[in-house]
């Protein structure tokens, strides 16, 4: 396919290569141009600007750093916005805002292109060897004609509906989901290097109980059902848990925000009449704290 | 091995029935008796008070509820710590808290028996299944008396540490890392669902890329080794993501405190200048605010 | 002085009625045109767009209810920036963004106008009492050249710096303070209440202890001063009764998110050495994780 | 009347001061003698233990540092527990946790003796100049014996209910509410100085608006009346500043975590449909995650 490619950084650059390996005829554009010229020995033709690149173009393909980035690629002079041709798509795989994709999408229906929401899981070496885990949204015809490019760079697609702002919210609880394991793992190593634990064990132990086993995994599905009774193990349990881990990290002198949120959110559930329903109740709460 | 057996509620039922399977001697208590009973079946001594059956054991295996239970059972009247020979192990699987933990250590040393703290990560499917995990902490010549025990229960045994307070460290920072799981899911599937995504196609997302690869292992490796250059993902694009995850939630009305902490620990991380650092660096700060 | 009032809602209104009442010649606008026009029988001019309210104005006062409403007041078409004369001042009392006031200093400069940020602290009836207090900064030349307006509606006037955005920082920190004694109030009345304590009894306690006493003056006195040796009141003493108060929230099933954070504060304080200090050694902590 | 004093500290010396003052005759008991004997010289006879200065007092007043201290000067070896007459009061002054207050109602009870507890809001300079003021709770009967206690010591006793426990809620309710005005100057001098503002600026501010105003009072008495329609200022218009706030100090890298608090509190209610209440209604939400 002809595929413009914009954006050619740690991410992008192993990406296009990716799809000059495929077969495809990639024009690739950077804003520094020689970031963009390595690709030219694997077959890239190297535009000046976004518009040259996307004006032939089936497929405009964005890697971007921010929205504000992705916003002047789009929309800014010498942007893709008015070159790329009607029936082409949009294949955003940057991480960007919910607004800034729901506004992508309005407008590239006015100009009658397509635009589906792509953002990528891995890092750049899992884009190097084709590895990476991509979260789409869009609609299905504009997402079948991407299927080339996808299964060029990536090692799974997961197609998670039909409004690209989907794609775009569940990259950034992904993102969150990560943040909040290096958020705990980060006080509960405190709490453990300070209690006299080293660090090896400490991870030893975590490296043979939960990574790698169905632990989170199992609660994630009980929370996708929303079934909390009967409980494997109470809310109350769970509070009795926290309270002697927050005790334990007082006297050690360990602050753990995290587990302070953790255990109120606990105490909320059994306040509220759930004390004796599983401990990942919480998430019902949560659901219902947010108006579901 | 002569073993006494004290609580046989849901978890220490089928660990007191592995004991038997295993060939041990084992003699059973529990506060309601009736539920120790079946193990009479099985070849299992019931006894009527903690010290009748801890009076002539090697080991007495305690698995209560919670701290004032084991208390009652170690230090009441009819109580193990006056009966349990000299030279006896106390193997304290319970889940309590640390200090008590450590009045046990000292108190067992007084009356120059030996005491291992070995809580389990596993429910009781996992203890009929003989594959819970122990975690146990200990002189090294008790937890050797205790192998036998350990062995018959357990899929596998960390040892970690010569101090039983910190096995129970250890199991409490385990059971928060996984409240601490559930709440993140919690807010990221309230977050999904108002957006529109069905839960079950956001538990294929979470299923396919973190559950079951090694993406958390990772973190909790560079946070052992606690090496945060060069970033693979820097704590500037951490704040980036989590600012634009809180926006859309907000849009959508689903709060998500746990995604707001994480957003003021990569903000403090910035503020303090580590806006390059790897943003697993945010363990760095949760272990310079413990003082380490 | 010839005044545009931009705005005329629920403060807007008496605002304009003062400058009216001090014998300004006031040219009013809103957006609907029907809330400004009780202002022709004080006398005021009522124009159709906020261009030709202040196209001879010598002070251009802005009272609305957002970023989104100000951005279009101001530059959008019939905005006030092309029409405001060369010398006029844009004097700015919504509560808006500290980004939007930086753009606003610098629009406003290339046109050779001036722009004052005054947010308001008060209400609708405060308003009417000219009884707002005044946060304004800006030129010294240009808060002078408002000073009549300010005098005319305000009881009190507090310049805090000559540029605009520390106005806009000030007010919303003032409004995140009110917020902040809302959550206090809100979990101690809860805690009280569940703990059998009447609502007016525990009101009558607040009211005879700290509302209109010096304590919250005087520890605001002290973190400006930024010493915290000798203590008053050390943070090991304030983390001791923050223990108990979250000891019995849990035991009263009342979650106290608020408490959970300050103890987490405290006890950070305390792990960085800090446990001798006085209690609001907690600012210092807060200026630290700023970078400060 | 005769009073023994347990605790002659920074708080209990200058009390015990204005008892002799009063014309009581006190019998003073301190661990550290020496702390103790400067009240001879006002007229008090030294204890060598706490029961000697209970044995023939019909009011025994306690102020110590903590609930271990307590603990042992009311049950430990030569505590006041054996000592003090039927009949007589334990008017406890400590700033302690509430189910120790429980424990002392319980067991004074058993001796019939009886039990008042009246933890105190001022410094040693306040105790110094009878300026303290006193939470008071427990029957009717036992208060007015200590009456002439609370008029020597206190400038002002509220009483707030027959159960003791009361007290202790109160006070520490009281204490949280300084730490957590404490942890919002910290928050907002942060923000303010690393913005530019002066922290002296921002004190006088701070001075002018809200400190001696009757803002927080206001707010206070509206959540003791649970009324929060018509809104003064809504939650959504609330939610809008605290944006806006941490917005401009994400911008400026000072963390807020009182305000990330605020604010999800602020969006739990506008997702509840709350979003045109009064912000104070914030109030509501807090006692309803209490299942009150």
């Known amino acids: 396919m002809k595929i413009a490619f914009l954006g050619t950084g740690r991410m992008g650059l192993p990406m296009a290569r990716s799809l000059l390996a495929a077969g495809h005829e990639v024009t690739a554009w950077n804003r520094t141009r020689g970031k963009a010229e390595p690709l030219a020995a694997h077959g890239a033709r190297i535009a000046g600007t976004p518009a040259e690149a996307a004006q032939d173009a089936e497929i405009a393909v964005t890697m971007l750093a921010d929205d504000e980035a992705l916003d002047e690629v789009v929309f800014g002079d010498e942007g893709i916005y008015e070159a790329l041709p009607q029936g082409g798509v949009h294949l955003g795989c940057s991480t960007i805002g919910v607004q800034l994709s729901r506004t992508l999408a309005d407008a590239h229906e006015i100009q009658r292109q397509l635009y589906v929401a792509a953002p990528v899981f891995g ?3 899992a884009a190097e060897a084709r590895k990476l885990k991509v979260v789409a949204a869009g609609e299905a015809g504009a997402i079948e004609l991407c299927r080339p490019v996808l299964d060029a760079i990536a090692a799974r697609t997961f197609v998670v509906g039909a409004d690209p702002a989907h794609a775009n919210v569940v990259k950034l609880c992904g993102n969150f989901m990560i943040a ?9 190593f405190a709490m453990a290097r300070k209690s006299g634990v080293e660090p090896a064990t400490f991870l030893e ?10 632990i989170f995994g199992g609660y994630a599905a009980r929370i996708a059902e929303g079934e909390y009774r009967p409980a494997a193990f109470t809310m109350r349990l769970g509070l009795k848990d926290l309270r ?4 334990a990290a007082e006297a050690a002198e360990v602050p753990m925000p995290g587990a302070s949120l953790v255990r109120d959110r606990l105490l909320t559930g059994i306040a509220l009449g759930r004390g004796e329903d599983d401990w990942s109740a919480a998430a019902a709460l949560a659901a219902e704290q947010a108006g579901l």
Chains 1, 2, 3, 4 share one sequence.
């Not at 909040?180 to 509960?188: D, P």
């Not at 132990?205 to 169905?214: A, C, M, Q, Y």
């Open 180 to 188: 909040a394991m290096i958020e705990t793992l980060g006080e509960t």
């Open 244 to 247: 002697l881990l927050l005790a």
């Open 123 to 125: 890092r750049p070496e």
């Open 205 to 214: 132990v975590l490296d043979g109980t939960f990574f790698g086993s169905p």
